[in-house]
């Protein structure tokens, strides 16, 4: 017998026969009155209900007599919730108006009610008392548009036209798919980033002991937040951050995660091709000591030109797949390169000679005066919230319970590497310590050279990475529900991918592109806009107050880290940048 929808519970009682009606003043609110009947809002009825049941036509629907009965209980009587009741002696009523018309309160897309659809799990919306003008908000589909395309079929942009449908969805199913495997490439890739090298520095920043505390409970906190992602996505019916959050704040919202999206991305697209810059001449300056006098071959040792023709030859084509699922095994071949460069600043910072080697004060191993800026380049560094529905979106079976795993697995091992090249880098480097910590070594040390070709082609393989997601919040904004269009395509791909190079031709600070962006759009996405939204989404609960405290913190880490990042930038404090 199927459970019937919440809007049984708010039938008018003129509708109800003989005494029941007399009873009209009982809240038609309480849950008594959504007890079970057969599906108002399937095609047809069962044609049979057993013995001692009346048959409905199409257009009627069951709402047994035991539902009223229930109703004339004094205030306070225990219930059990969600029990499938049978009673012999059924009434008709008429059936609503259809659920199809009906939109959310925040100008949502209508709520498509049917026997294929299914509502939110029960234990993330316990009814509370004054809630149910809410409910229509809680209980829709869960995230129709990505699951698969016989699901997203209905939502095709071309209507009803059967050929362009079908051909439509042939495309979707078409597209690749990953497992759990792929899916935790591309997430721990996504993570395991170019902000790995940076965590010495954030050391440096917060001290020893701050630094490792920070490490470990932004690691819980972003971990958590990830999977809220998903969560508020499965809330709000939308299929994507930027759509959840335009549906619990309205056009503002879009705005404001449109913008700390596209900036996170961007930001790290320039760090990548800084570290480009940084790494690669390096590896030939040291295979070739005289490729500096070589005619032509003397611009690889140039970092203007290494970036340019690496970027436009090796991520630029990677940039310009559709698909994030296709980018999986370039995710897998730089999570090797990164076990390579945990392994270099381990061994090669245990070799360093003494005159290279750092030195440290009270501060620096306990709590220094940075640690605020050391949030932002930690969570630059573990924030992939910006592709998290994208991850989702290419599972080949996504539901919550397989992300949170992927999101578990990668958030920690992603952890694992980030201590380790923290605490190898700092404790030999300590003061000394700069944004890149493969820059503290010399440039004719073997084994950090090979370190440094790892971490260039896994930047030159990261960098598409952001681009999808730069690429994916102008669409969502500019052509919301567009089908897709080859030339703006090509035009977004290629604009975003040519202006973070021009960008990172400007710079040669990584740390400093690590600390601004981390501490606006990074905080934004990660501490405050998540939790906001499943605050927005939920009822009142335990969860929803470590939620608001997530927020608190989120946004008292953005404006004090933001200040005093751009303080440094104007103060030039720390010296220059080492520059190849």
């Known amino acids: 017998m199927a459970k019937a929808p919440n809007h049984g519970a708010h039938q008018d009682d003129s509708h109800l026969p003989g005494a029941v009606a007399a009873h009209s003043h009982h809240s038609p609110s309480e849950e008594d009155r959504g007890l079970l009947a057969d599906d108002p809002l399937s095609p047809r009825h069962h044609e049979s209900h057993g013995a001692g049941t009346t048959t409905t036509g199409d257009e009627g629907y069951f709402v047994t007599a035991k539902q009223y009965a229930t109703s004339l209980r004094s205030p306070g009587t225990p219930?059990?919730?969600?029990?499938?009741?049978?009673?012999?002696i059924p009434s008709i009523v008429e059936p609503p108006p259809p659920r199809a018309s009906m939109t959310n309160s925040n100008g949502g897309s209508s709520a498509r009610a049917s026997r294929d659809s299914f509502d939110v799990d029960d234990d993330l919306f316990h009814h509370a008392p004054g809630a149910d003008e809410h409910d229509d908000h809680h209980r829709l589909p869960l995230l129709t548009d990505i699951e698969a395309p016989s699901v997203t079929l209905a939502n095709s942009p071309w209507g009803e036209d059967a050929d362009d449908v079908h051909e439509w969805a042939e495309q979707e199913r078409a597209r690749p798919k990953s497992g759990l495997k792929m899916a935790f490439m591309n997430m721990a890739n996504s993570i395991i980033g170019a902000g790995i090298i940076g965590q010495p520095y954030a050391f440096k920043q917060?001290?020893?002991?701050?630094?490792?505390?920070?490490?470990?409970?932004?690691?819980?906190v972003v971990d958590w937040t990830i999977c809220l992602i998903v969560i508020n996505s499965k809330l709000s019916g939308s299929n994507s951050f930027q759509g959840t959050v335009e549906h619990c704040f309205g056009k503002t919202g879009l705005i404001a995660i449109s913008v700390a999206q596209w900036a996170f991305a961007f930001g790290g697209m320039v760090a990548f091709g800084v570290i480009v810059g940084?790494?690669?001449p390096h590896v030939f300056t040291a295979i070739w000591p005289d490729i500096r006098e070589m005619p032509v071959f003397h611009l690889l040792a140039n970092r203007q030109v290494v970036i340019v023709v690496f970027i436009l030859g090796i991520s630029?084509?990677?940039?310009?797949?559709r698909d994030i699922a296709k980018l999986a095994k370039a995710s897998t071949l730089a999570l090797i390169s990164m076990g390579v460069i945990v392994a270099t600043v381990i061994i090669q910072g245990a070799l360093t000679p003494k005159a290279d080697r750092g030195?440290?004060?009270p501060a620096l191993l306990t709590v220094n005066t940075g640690i605020f800026e050391a949030i932002g380049v930690i969570s630059f560094a573990f924030v992939c919230h910006h592709?998290?529905?994208?991850?989702?979106?290419?599972?080949?079976t996504p539901t919550i319970d397989r992300f949170s795993r992927v999101t578990h697995y990668s958030t920690g091992i992603s952890m694992v590497a980030c201590l380790l090249v923290a605490l190898a880098g700092f404790v030999t480097f300590g003061d000394k310590t700069l944004g890149n910590v493969l820059n503290n070594f010399p440039s004719d040390n073997v084994m950090v050279t090979i370190a440094r070709l790892c971490f260039g082609l896994n930047m030159l393989?990261?960098?598409p990475l952001e681009a999808f997601v730069c690429r994916e919040v102008m669409f969502n904004y500019f052509f919301p529900g567009e089908p897709f269009n080859m030339h703006l395509h090509l035009i977004f791909s290629s604009a975003l991918v040519v202006s973070a190079m021009v960008m990172s031709l400007l710079t040669c600070d990584v740390g400093a592109v690590f600390e601004l962006v981390g501490a606006t759009s990074a905080c934004a996405i990660a501490y405050i806009l998540p939790p906001l939204c499943y605050i927005k989404l939920t009822t009142r609960s335990w969860k929803t107050y470590v939620a608001a405290a997530i927020i608190v913190f989120g946004t008292v880490v953005m404006v004090i880290s933001l200040i005093q990042a751009v303080a440094k930038m104007v103060s030039s404090d720390g010296g220059p940048a080492k520059c190849m």
């Open 206 to 220: 917060a001290g020893l002991l701050a630094g490792v505390i920070l490490l470990v409970g932004l690691t819980v």
């Open 316 to 321: 630029y084509p990677l940039t310009l797949y």
């Open 359 to 361: 030195s440290f004060t």
């Open 461 to 463: 393989t990261t960098l």
């Open 387 to 396: 592709n998290s529905l994208l991850i989702y979106g290419s599972l080949k």
């Open 79 to 88: 219930r059990t919730p969600n029990r499938v009741r049978f009673n012999p």
């Open 278 to 280: 940084d790494s690669i």
